[in-house]
């Protein structure tokens, strides 16, 4: 994609210490989720009289902040998460990153913050995947990227801050769930909340997923792999689990999910996950699904499957569902047909194996 005159150049400096390719290449091997890091980084800064400018890879370091940086007062920062993947053929994909691009301009917007210009951040993503493209495993692993951005102006003050950073980095990943495929078990939280109505549950801030923390460590006391939240208002309506949206699968061919709505965090593996089971000819409802409904359809037999769905985990099949009453299974407490079907379609498209016909993958030259 050509820069555009607003656009600038983003510079490159590598590191004169990269990890070795041994060590490398040992990393790789298995390298977990979010432990292991490759060289480099992205780094970019904006002031109100420069906007974004300064924008270069460099060599992966710690960053310094002042005692009284904005952010760690007021918490004013975003992320996004996204994977780059190396194809079978020796092609280097993205998956959808335009989607990241504008779901991140929409969290800066709510928080306050200056939005990243679309061809910023997609170049910004290709210049730290071309430099640091032998950390891109091959299989079933892949390239996690987190873009950030955070307010660094120092100062005590409750409001926008006037300088801010933006960053990359990345992390070969493995599967988000140890046990792979195998059908992950959830808490129902009823008494803290992710989000509220006018809140910040449709912006990616750090704020969401460290007030779901509490909830994700009850969760892990009651044998959960996950946490799911209900509306705030209610304490009724099925919202999102901690990191990852969710769907129902009913015995009619049906699918069920919480409609967005300011609470939910618009996935991009949601919404890909509609477009496929829509192509399938099934019906996807987005609609409110209350914790009542779904009790009683898995005990009757209507809910024959469940799934959550993100960046990290693609899709991973709901088995076991606790709450305070009790707990129950979704069908045979294994991950389903559809489920899996929609995983290895996805998966499919993401690694270069299924032809893609809608235009999501990009492609990065190196």
Request: charged share 25%; proline share 5%.
């Amino acid at each position: 994609m050509p820069a555009s005159s607003n656009t600038p150049e983003i510079k490159i400096e590598f590191h004169t210490s990269p990890v070795s390719d041994a060590d490398r290449i040992q990393a790789l091997e298995s390298p977990g989720f979010g432990k292991v890091f490759t060289d480099h980084m992205v780094l970019a800064r904006w002031t109100p009289d420069k906007g974004w400018h300064n924008a270069k890879v460099t060599p992966r370091r710690p960053l310094e902040l002042d005692p009284a940086s904005a952010v760690l007062h007021y918490a004013q920062e975003i992320f996004e998460g996204m994977k780059a993947y190396r194809a079978d053929d020796g092609r280097i994909l993205l998956f959808r990153p335009e989607e990241n691009a504008r779901r991140f301009a929409q969290s800066a917007i709510r928080m306050a913050m200056p939005p990243v210009p679309d061809e910023i951040f997609l170049k910004a993503v290709e210049e730290l995947v071309r430099v640091d493209k032998d950390w891109i495993p091959s299989g079933d692993a892949s390239l996690y990227l987190r873009p950030f951005m955070f307010a660094n102006e120092a100062f005590l003050g409750v409001r926008p801050a006037q300088e801010y950073i933006f960053c990359i980095i990345a992390s070969p990943v493995g599967a988000y769930f140890k046990g792979g495929a195998k059908a992950v078990s959830l808490w129902v939280e009823t008494e803290y909340t992710r989000a509220a109505n006018g809140g910040t549950g449709a912006a990616k801030c750090g704020g969401n997923y460290a007030a779901s923390l509490i909830a994700q460590a009850e969760a892990s006391k009651r044998n959960c792999d996950q946490v799911v939240f209900l509306d705030a208002a209610e304490h009724r309506w099925v919202e999102e689990l901690g990191g990852m949206n969710v769907f129902f699968v009913m015995n009619d061919g049906s699918v069920v999910t919480p409609p967005l709505g300011g609470t939910i965090l618009p996935g991009i593996t949601r919404a890909s996950v509609i477009v496929l089971a829509e192509e399938k000819g099934l019906r996807v409802e987005q609609r409110p699904y209350s914790f009542a409904e779904w009790q009683a359809d898995a005990v009757s037999g209507k809910l024959v499957e469940a799934f959550a769905c993100g960046t990290a985990a693609v899709l991973a099949g709901i088995g076991l569902v606790r709450h305070a009453g009790g707990e129950f299974l979704i069908g045979d407490g294994q991950t389903g047909k559809l489920t899996t079907e929609l995983r290895q379609e996805l998966v499919g498209l993401q690694k270069g194996v299924t032809n893609d016909e809608r235009g999501w993958t990009r492609r990065i030259l190196v």
